[in-house]
Nanobody, 118 residues
């Protein structure tokens, strides 16, 4: 059963921008920390950006100043605005929800491909 629905990936030239969206049901959006991970070919899954309860959003060093995570509480949607994209940002991006105290501590989206190439 799909819980997190992503959209917005695609092909963009270096220096360009893309925005990803992740829609979640209220049962997840309201109670879980939501964020984004990515996995490039041949590389490990890495955290890109995430909200953490009561704290400021966290970002990977590689995306600080270029990517922004945000949320729309009315739409139950989390966004990742990606600017000044680089070829090394090419990866499958996954929406992620985490609540370690829950019987289901993690949810993942299906993944969306982001390709940065000229």
């Amino acid at each position: 059963q799909v819980q997190l629905v992503e959209s917005g990936g695609g092909l963009v030239q270096p220096g360009g921008s893309l925005s990803l969206s992740c829609a979640a049901p209220s049962s997840i959006f309201s109670f879980y920390d939501m964020g984004w991970y990515r996995q490039a070919p041949g590389k490990q899954l890495e955290l890109v950006a995430t909200f953490t309860s009561g704290l400021a959003p966290m970002y990977a060093d590689s995306v600080k100043g270029r990517f922004t995570i945000s949320r729309d509480n009315a739409k139950k949607t989390v966004y990742l605005q990606m600017n000044s994209l680089k070829p090394e940002d090419t990866a499958v991006y996954y929406c992620h929800a985490e609540r370690k105290t829950s019987p289901t501590p993690y949810y993942w989206g299906q993944g969306t491909q982001v390709t940065v190439s000229s």
